[in-house]
């Protein structure tokens, strides 16, 4: 089971040692300086066991190389897009990556360019969850697409179940209600 760590303050007797922290960010591109330093900021804050990056703007290689400026062990990427615009110009679109720590098992179940979708547990214990990073779609249009896709993720696995991300959900940033999920 996932727990953060200020709610096992609340005497509930549950194990600390099981605890794990997770960062989700949106980063906006992973790919300068200022970026990776405000990354190391958040990290020695927070010492989080996973990280979640979405809109990293990065392919594989890149990411393999913020893996050791950020001093983890493990990394799972899927590369961002490469668009080519009417002046023939490169932009980088999307990308995300699932990064953690030695101690950490990590087993990839499903991923696609919106999400990664995994089994978590400390090293050599029974007990996993279920974490699920996900990238919303940003159009208007195909944001149903992201619902859709919590859905389908919902319908596997009993385990204990954590979302974090960018839902690109209009109700999350005017304060409306995302769609009831079954």
Known sequence: MAYSRSS?????????????????????????????NGLKRVISLNIPDIIFL?????????VER??????????FVVDCDNNRNSDGKVSRAG???????????????????????????KAGARDKWRFSGVYGFSKVEERYKTWELLRRLGQSSG????????LNSEGNREGGRPPKMP
């Open 8 to 36: 096992l303050r609340d005497g509930s007797g549950l194990d600390p040692s099981r605890a794990m922290n997770v960062l989700c960010w949106n980063c906006l591109g992973i790919g300068n300086p200022w970026t990776v």
């Open 54 to 62: 979405c809109e990293t703007r990065c392919l594989k290689q890149d």
């Open 66 to 75: 913020l893996k050791l400026q950020v001093n983890y062990k493990n990394v």
């Open 95 to 121: 990308g995300i990556c699932l990064l953690w720590k030695e101690g950490v098992e990590v087993s990839l179940s499903t991923f696609s360019k919106n999400h990664i979708d995994v089994m978590v547990g």
């Open 159 to 166: 385990r204990p179940w954590l979302i974090g991300g960018d």
